[in-house]
């Protein structure tokens, strides 16, 4: 009897030390690996996609291998159309910079850009991930809780009146063992 006891004590705790073992070994990406924590998304990444559209006629254009289809995204069109009022860039560049934009432009150093600068950005987002010290997951965290996240209390399924429900809808549902069965027509519980 006691050492039944003493290996129901011992498993959780074994447990939680392997787990604190594994996530020493990984510099903290543990919990992100086994889902535990969603990181965020890349905010470089994230293109809205444009709804979809009756073309002007029936007859549709014939398909092209390989071109570009006009619902993908391009964010560069997209902002000249937002800016400029058009995306057609001839008309854009054949349009001088007034006095105020040129003062701006030069004030802001904007000869001096880098094209690149999405894979500069995301370099050193890497490097600083890196450098950053270790913080170890929350007893929380590492017992399956996302941080501090509440529950919506409306959102969470009675799995009693849910199992009742679909029965009553003569779907096949999982029975609980513990929860009282509602008999069926011959009187028998299922």
């Known amino acids: 009897m006691n050492v039944n006891r003493a290996i129901r004590t011992a498993a959780p705790l074994g447990l939680a030390a392997m787990l604190l073992a594994l996530t020493a070994c ?3 990406r543990t919990i992100e690996r086994l889902g535990l924590r969603i990181p965020p998304p890349d905010e470089f990444q994230v293109i809205e ?35 400029f009022g058009t995306s057609d860039s001839a008309v854009v560049a054949s349009v001088p910079p ?8 030069s004030s802001a150093d904007a000869s001096a850009t880098s094209s690149d600068i999405r894979v500069q950005l995301e370099r050193e987002k890497i490097e600083e991930e890196a450098n950053k010290p270790y913080e170890p997951p929350t007893i929380g965290e590492l017992l399956g809780g996302r941080g501090k996240e509440k529950v919506d209390e409306k959102e969470v399924l009675d799995p009693v009146v849910e199992a009742r429900r679909l029965q009553r809808k003569g779907l096949v549902a999982p029975v609980d063992p513990e929860a009282e069965l509602e008999p069926d027509s011959d009187g028998n519980t299922q």
């Open 49 to 83: 996609r444009k709804p979809l559209q009756m073309p002007p006629s029936a007859s549709l254009p014939e398909p092209r291998p390989g071109a570009a289809s006009p619902l993908d995204p391009d964010p560069h069109r997209d902002a000249l159309q937002a800016v």
């Open 26 to 28: 990984t510099g903290g």
């Open 98 to 105: 007034s006095r105020g934009e040129q003062v701006l432009l």
